[in-house]
């Protein structure tokens, strides 16, 4: 069973703060890292993805991969009430994806 | 461009009617396809996936019921909904680990 965890939350930020999201993941075989945005009563949406260790930067976000420790993090800049969600991440590992629980955010104005 | 169209968008059901959701993807040949349920404040809940025409997996015992009678189309179904299989329904494709993409989900509340 490929285990896929994440804090459920809620995490509370102030406007304008970074939030910082985490996820660890059990396979060290997993090859590829996403984090999707899901907000109320609508599907999941892609937003990062990142196949190797280091930072990848998109705007306000910035993905972290530590693959020898088995962790994929999320970090939102200058963080906006519209940035309130759940975040999911998810790992693949032979071409299946595996999705945590997700972690509820909500910036406060 | 790859896009992937799911509905209808809400449905009320009597318990015990018959359930028929239904999922196609456009742009791509042989895709993964996906059917997740996930309730009201929780994480997503695999229920079927596929790798082809024909080759369904279920990953929980359920009432439901999947089937994948072309290749871009993924067929949700129920002889009789209970009342435990409200929920938020999403279908989703995936081009082995490149990409995964959900469709726009189905509320679906059995009364």
């Known amino acids: 069973q490929k285990e896929v965890e994440q804090n459920s939350g809620p995490l509370s930020v102030p406007e304008g703060a970074i939030a910082s999201l985490n996820c660890t993941y059990s396979?060290?075989?997993?090859?590829?890292f996403f984090w999707y945005r899901q907000y109320s009563g609508k599907s999941p949406e892609l937003i990062m993805s990142?196949?190797?260790?280091g930072d990848k930067e998109d705007g306000r976000f910035t993905a972290q991969l530590n693959k020898a420790s088995q962790y994929v993090s999320l970090l939102i800049r200058d963080s906006q009430p519209s940035d309130s969600a759940t975040y999911l991440c998810a790992v693949t590992y032979s071409n299946q994806f595996y999705f945590g629980t997700g972690t509820s955010l909500t910036v406060i104005p | 461009s790859q896009t992937i169209h799911q509905w209808p968008a809400t449905l009320v059901q009597p318990v015990g009617s018959p359930l028929s959701l239904e999922c196609t993807v456009e742009?791509?040949?042989?895709?993964?396809l996906y059917w997740y349920r996930q309730a009201a404040g929780r994480g997503l809940q695999l229920l079927f996936y596929s790798i082809g025409i024909d080759q369904i997996s279920s990953e929980v015992p359920q009432n439901l019921s999947a089937s994948r009678p072309q290749d871009r189309q993924f067929i949700l179904s129920s002889k009789k909904l209970l009342l435990s299989d409200s929920g938020f329904y999403l279908c989703?494709?995936?081009?082995?680990?490149?990409?995964?993409?959900f469709g726009s989900g189905t509320r679906l509340t059995v009364v």
């Open positions: 742009g791509t040949s042989n895709p993964n």
């Open positions: 396979d060290r075989g997993s090859q590829s």
């Open positions: 990142i196949y190797s260790n």
């Open positions: 989703a494709w995936s081009a082995g680990s490149i990409s995964y993409t």
